[in-house]
């Protein structure tokens, strides 16, 4: 099966990003050669020759992997992995500004509420 990837994912590999913070979903093979996360990503060091860091989350059978391009292009390529996509960054996740202007502090000056006692 070929995983589905992630476009922003393909392109930091295109460009040579390294290290890439990726998640991988991982659905485990079936029948008698089936392999664990550890045994694909082992599978993949001995490949690649490189290493990697990894974790895996049971609740959503998601492969955490934080490695160089080379090794995150063999780890996408292995059938047990289904999806791949870069992993969400802090600053990713607050809202950028809009119209976006400096204040004069001459305008701060002033509590917007002033107690009502």
């Known amino acids: ?18 290290p890439l913070n ?20 082992t599978r993949v060091i001995r490949r ?12 959503d059978s998601v492969l ?5 391009s080379k090794f995150i292009e063999e780890l996408i390529r292995q059938p047990e992995i289904v999806k791949a996509s870069i992993a969400p960054q802090y600053v990713s996740a607050l809202i950028p500004p809009i119209n976006q202007r400096d204040v004069p ?3 701060i000056s002033e509590p917007a509420f002033k107690n009502r006692t």
Not at 3 to 15: M, T
Not at 64 to 68: F, P, Q, R
């Open 1 to 18: 099966m070929k995983a589905s990837i992630d476009p922003k994912l393909l392109q930091a590999l295109k460009g040579g990003i390294s």
């Open 22 to 41: 990726v998640f991988a979903k991982f659905q485990a093979t079936t029948g008698a050669g089936s392999s664990s996360p550890a045994d694909v990503v």
């Open 48 to 59: 690649t020759k490189q290493q990697a860091q990894y974790q895996f989350r049971d609740l």
């Open 64 to 68: 955490h992997v934080n490695a160089n």
């Open 105 to 107: 502090a001459s305008a």
